[in-house]
């Protein structure tokens, strides 16, 4: 029985195939298109944790806080005493604090803080407190420090030095968390490659609170990404 004899490539034609062409090869896969191969990674989320500090003291590149709307005969505690003379012509005289999520910087910062800059998130009124409004105050100190381009923010609710106890302190801040979280993660998501400076937010409370805050930070963080499935990818895990 003859059998044939098998046909040599020649050296070109064993480039050719390497090229999905000659010698019997199979079609090369297509490779992935430049631009989706130098595609830098999503910004990893920023690290929440509960800290036994206060915003007169805490160094950070922002330290934020949030002050309700002026009352007459209001009593106030430290620090929320110190953080009202900051703004006091605005609270009295211009009327801020009303507009609940109004944003302000205080310029020049204060030379009694230790925080680079100071960053304001009004409350609205007294009556109008609720876990809805921190989560949307969350919302809003992630909105400004992101746009802000900071590496690092503490924040202070001090609603409780405003005589204001109508709201568990650990149920404040899981509900602030899961909206500073859930904001940062809807700004990636819209845009997966621009980088993100925040690495680090520190959420401020008394001795007494931190043990449960600090539970509470990771409930928040939690919640925040049970409504937003889709972005446990640049997820960094947190302390428990």
């Given at each position: 029985?003859?059998?044939?004899?098998?046909?040599?490539?020649?050296?070109?034609?064993?480039?050719?195939?390497?090229?999905?062409?000659?010698?019997?090869?199979?079609?090369?896969?297509?490779?992935?298109?430049?631009?989706?191969?130098?595609?830098?990674?999503?910004?990893?989320?920023?690290?929440?944790?509960?800290?036994?500090?206060?915003?007169?003291?805490?160094v950070?590149?922002?330290?934020?806080?949030?002050?309700?709307?002026?009352?007459?005969?209001?009593?106030?505690?430290?620090?929320?005493?110190?953080?009202?003379?900051?703004?006091?012509?605005?609270?009295?005289?211009?009327?801020?604090?009303?507009?609940?999520?109004?944003?302000?910087?205080?310029?020049?910062?204060?030379?009694?803080?230790?925080?680079?800059?100071?960053?304001?998130?009004?409350?609205?009124?007294?009556?109008?407190?609720?876990?809805?409004?921190?989560?949307?105050?969350?919302?809003?100190?992630?909105?400004?420090a992101?746009?802000?381009?900071?590496?690092?923010?503490?924040?202070?609710?001090?609603a409780?030095?405003?005589?204001?106890?109508?709201?568990a302190?650990?149920?404040?801040?899981?509900?602030?968390?899961?909206?500073?979280?859930?904001?940062?993660?809807?700004?990636?998501?819209?845009?997966?490659?621009?980088?993100?400076?925040?690495?680090?937010?520190?959420?401020?409370?008394?001795?007494?609170?931190?043990?449960?805050?600090?539970?509470?930070?990771?409930?928040?963080?939690?919640?925040?990404?049970?409504?937003?499935?889709?972005?446990?990818?640049?997820?960094?895990?947190?302390?428990?």
């Amino acid at each position: 029985m003859a059998f044939a004899t098998p046909r040599r490539c020649s050296p070109l034609l064993v480039v050719l195939a390497l090229l999905g062409a000659g010698c019997g090869a199979a079609a090369a896969t297509p490779a992935k298109s430049a631009s989706a191969a130098a595609s830098p990674p999503a910004s990893s989320e920023p690290v929440f944790e509960a800290e036994a500090v206060g915003p007169l003291t805490k160094v950070t590149a922002l330290q934020v806080v949030s002050v309700f709307s002026y009352e007459p005969g209001e009593q106030l505690l430290t620090p929320a005493t110190e953080i009202a003379s900051f703004v006091a012509d605005a609270r009295m005289n211009q009327s801020y604090g009303k507009e609940a999520l109004r944003p302000l910087l205080v310029t020049p910062t204060p030379a009694t803080l230790k925080a680079a800059q100071l960053l304001v998130i009004a409350w609205g009124p007294r009556s109008e407190f609720s876990l809805t409004r921190a989560k949307a105050v969350g919302h809003s100190v992630m909105r400004e420090a992101l746009r802000m381009g900071v590496a690092d923010l503490a924040y202070a609710p001090i609603a409780r030095d405003q005589g204001v106890t109508s709201i568990a302190a650990d149920e404040v801040a899981a509900a602030f968390v899961e909206g500073a979280l859930a904001e940062f993660l809807e700004e990636r998501a819209a845009d997966p490659a621009k980088p993100f400076a925040l690495k680090h937010v520190a959420y401020e409370a008394g001795p007494a609170f931190v043990q449960a805050v600090s539970k509470a930070t990771s409930r928040g963080v939690d919640a925040a990404h049970a409504g937003h499935p889709d972005a446990e990818g640049g997820r960094i895990p947190q302390e428990h």
